[in-house]
């Protein structure tokens, strides 16, 4: 498959990052990466499956959710097109803690952990630049982990809401905001009843913090946000 109308998307993702067309048209061959597409629904990957593939999504929607000891699943990231995957658990000796799933028709590439980090005889610096990137989006997610575990630790939802969209709207570089996550699943990012969450957001737009719609957040009053942080 031609993989060049995707190199722009390509070069957003973490693992891609700072790499040209020339580069991606040297590294590409070297991985020998395939492409898979899913219908929506379709497991992309199973909790308790091991993975030896780092995922980077080309097209559509897809969610990882972690199953809990009651059967329910906690939705823990919703990705779309750049989205990265599989790619810390790829190098790992351990199963995969949660189970991704197409929430839309998708097509995923798939590139090999071996050979992402044992480059050719040709040592092309784009695969020492890959490397580079592999290691800061490994050290990325940690501080991702660390940011989810601030929320888990809030005991007010209100709290929880307002990390969550300081933490989105730092990462758009923007007040205003999309996220790919439904109302539901954000409900439970922030662990937390779907109705106690689109009440509070009710509360928080009437007294002028935000405004939302959907999946569009657009935070007013900052300042006030980032005191629900230190009301603990």
Known sequence: MDLSPFYPLLRTTPLMRGLSDEDLDQLLPCLD????QFSKGEILLLAGD???????LLEGRITAAKPSPDGSDVTVACMGPGGVFADVLSGSSQKSPVTITAETDCTALYLPYERVMSPCRCLHPAHLQLLRNLILTISDK???????????????LRERIAIWLLDEAKRAESDTFETSMTRSALAQYLNCDRSALSRELGRMQREGLIECWRGSFKILDKNSLRAQKKER
Do not use: H, N, T
């Not at 990466?33 to 898979?36: E, L, N």
């Not at 091991?50 to 980077?56: C, F, N, P, W, Y």
């Open 33 to 36: 990466p395939r492409v898979r």
């Open 50 to 56: 091991s993975a030896r593939e780092a995922g980077i």
């Open 142 to 156: 940690y501080f991702a982990l660390d940011q989810r575990l601030e929320l888990l630790i809030c005991k007010s």
